[in-house]
């Protein structure tokens, strides 16, 4: 069975701490993104990936950044963590652009204090 | 940016019967999807329907493609307790890597 599998389901992090959220898979997609979903807004893209070393903003990139250093492995830094960043995040890949369905992973629910 | 926009926000219905959710958006697009979330997990894929086609079943789903009026619905028939859940559509345009999510229906099937 194809997966897509995030390394942690709940964080709890402190303010400022750097923070790091791995995902990977195992279905040698080409792209790969990373949302997170609050209450009310919905899916929000922070920033995808659609090569080993290459990188997009999403929506919402602001205090974000994202390592993709071999295919199956993106990694998303919260390079220091704020109470605001307390949410939801999922990663998800797929084979090629938007035409095809994604594949994602169960989640991270991420709890800054 | 939020293209999607499902409706209702909310849905509760008895066990057997058809659950219909819609889906309106705004610009062009190659694709449209659904996607199922349990509570707290990720989402799982369902169906995906392209422009050019009308109509795509999936078991006892069932997907609407109205590119005119830039809308979809989702029909699940014979409803079980098992298909509470939040549905998503979610919009890829031509040429995209990326597809853009609405905020969801919230579906509760009362057995």
């Known amino acids: 069975d194809v997966k897509v599998t995030q390394s942690s389901r709940y964080l709890v992090k402190r303010t400022g701490e750097k923070v790091f959220l791995e995902c990977v898979q195992d279905m040698d997609h080409e792209n790969m993104f990373w949302y997170r979903q609050d209450p009310g807004l919905g899916l929000r893209l922070i920033y995808f990936s659609y090569d080993v070393k290459m990188k997009e903003k999403g929506d919402i990139p602001e205090g974000y950044s994202v390592s993709r250093e071999k295919k199956e492995r993106f990694s998303l830094i919260l390079e220091s963590a704020s109470t605001n960043q307390t949410s939801m995040y999922l990663c998800?890949?797929?084979?090629?652009?938007?035409?095809?369905?994604?594949?994602f992973g169960s989640g991270t629910r991420l709890t800054v204090v | 940016s939020q293209q999607g926009e499902e409706d209702p926000q909310a849905l509760s219905i008895q066990e057997g019967e058809n659950a219909t959710m819609n889906c309106s958006y705004k610009t062009s697009i190659n694709n449209l999807q659904w996607y199922r979330q349990n509570s707290g997990r990720g989402l799982v894929h369902l169906i995906l329907?392209?422009?050019?086609?009308r109509e795509k079943h999936s078991g006892r789903l069932r997907v609407t493609l109205d590119t005119s009026k830039k809308s979809s619905s989702l029909l699940i028939t014979a409803s079980r307790a098992a298909d509470t859940a939040s549905y998503f559509c979610?919009?890829?345009?031509?040429?995209?890597?990326?597809?853009?999510f609405g905020k969801g229906t919230k579906l509760s099937v009362i057995p």
């Open positions: 979610a919009t890829g345009g031509a040429g995209s890597y990326q597809l853009t």
């Open positions: 329907i392209r422009s050019n086609e």
């Open positions: 998800a890949s797929t084979k090629d652009r938007a035409s095809y369905g994604y594949t």
